[in-house]
């Protein structure tokens, strides 16, 4: 009895093992192996280097460049998506008129791509025939050429990031709301807090599991971000919109250096798990589970 | 006492109200815009000043749009390929979750150790290796080269085995006493009773294939080939000299189909994302 369900066990995890060996595991050892090696582009001829590939990147200012811009654009888009949906959700909460139609409209960049709010954007920020400085002119504002001016692209690509992200944080901070016993905030307000302090003391600590899960999340969502980027300004202007996984897609599927490529993939990958280990070690501390 | 604890709530009532049109306005305007554009003719769309609204609902951006791209079978493709890839996931996850939570072999939690941590390696790290693998298959440009390499989900695994592990032990007993194979009881009792939990993970696969983007444009060159995420790009990259018109009217028949099945199964959908957040 026991060999058969040894026999069966294996064949039921057959297909699940086959797959994640050879397209997860194997290439990712493959990555960490090419990251030591120079591959020629036609030929693929490949020689051992050692840690050429890093050194070049170390030693680059586009690098550098790129790991800025990463860490710009998760400044601007994580913070402000946090925020904004986190009000948004307690605001849905708070039982407004209309509710269920306002949390329609909130929710519904879930059901859309980057890519596609990328498109949703673009027109937008059109210099010329757009409406942003449309409204703006008639605010007395000259608005700039968002999308390729270099002070202003990453903001830009950021806004419609957020504004496709909220949707999907409100979902998860309604969630944790609504599992948040009613009585413990009327309890609250009977003893004389006012909204917010019934907001701070009681609602924020209870949240606390939501606000690490959807902030682990959006920091992830947020460093793997491409599609946005590639359609609305193709890591321009002068690079000021390149991030660490568009410079990666250049160097491998444009550039044809999968050596240096690889590296930048081992980089990240090295980037993301300490992202979400910092978060857990902070999480120690300021989440409590109930 | 209790009368002015109401009027406080009534209150709050209305301030969460009013303090919420503002972002819903700006959160709604962008798609609200793209139907606007969408209608306009080319003249209409450069003037200065815009205006916000179309002389009139026409349609002929979307003619013009259709002719020159082939916008169904980019809906088509995505469809074929978000649905095999969600089929093949809830299929291998079922499988291998139920190994994994209800059978006992050597070896057990070496494999899901494994598995759970296939969860932690982003897609990027593998993309590389796997475009080669596929270009020395033959594969590129292909459905399975958009289908296969995503056919397994170690999250997906990871989920629906906390959910098998919560069918009682005297249910499985029971049911072997009364002859029922293994494979049966997967399929008769284990699968039912995790239907929502099936359900949930369903959505959350179909939403991430459909939503994928990096991986299809790497592996897809020929337009017939491409999903709706990547044609777009294509279109509006490949028609520069065309009105900001017939770009939207594109971009809105692309997005619609999304878009109506979300405001359709809102609720299924609600639950089927928090449940494979709060779960995972």
Redesign the interface.
Known sequence: M?RK??A???G??F???A??A???????A??FW?SFQDVEPFS?RSFFVGFENYQVLFNSPDYWQTVRVTLFFLLYTVIPSLV?SLT?AV??D?????QNM?R??????????????A??????Y?P????LN?AL?VLGIHGPNWLADPDWALVAVAVATV?KE?G?NI??F??GLTSIPLELKEAA??DGAN?WQVFRYVTLPLLSPTLF?VSV?SV?NSL?S??QI??LTTGGPMGETTTL?YN??RD??VKFR?GL??SE??I??GL??LATMVQFRMAKKRVHYG | MVSRFKDRKLKQRWIATLVLLLPALIQVFPLFYLLCVSWKEGAEVIQYPPKLFPKAIQWFNYHEALASAPLLRFLLNSAIVASFITFCQLFTSVLAAYALSRLEFKGQKWVMALIVGTMMIPGEVTIIPNYFTLASWNWLNTYPALIVPFSASGFGIFFLYQFFKTIPKELEEAAYLEGCSRLRFLFKFAVPLSLPAITAFGIYAFVGAWNQYLWPLITTQTTQMQTAQIGIGMFRSQNESMSWGVIMAATAMLISPTVLLFIATQRQFVKGMTMSGIKG
């Open positions: 026991n369900s040894s069966l066990a294996w039921l995890l297909p699940t093992l797959v994640l050879l397209f997860v595991l194997y290439p990712a493959q990555s090419l693929k904004i948004v605001l849905l708070a039982n407004p008129f209309f306002f329609t409209l909130f929710l519904l960049p879930v059901a859309i791509s980057s890519s596609m709010a498109m949703l954007w673009i027109f937008i059109n010329t025939a757009g409406f449309y002119d504004w909220i999907f979902i998860f309604l969630a307000e009977l909204s899960f999340v992830i793997q491409f599609g590639h359609i996984v990666l897609y491998a599927f999968t490529a690889s993939a081992v990240l990958f993301i798990l």
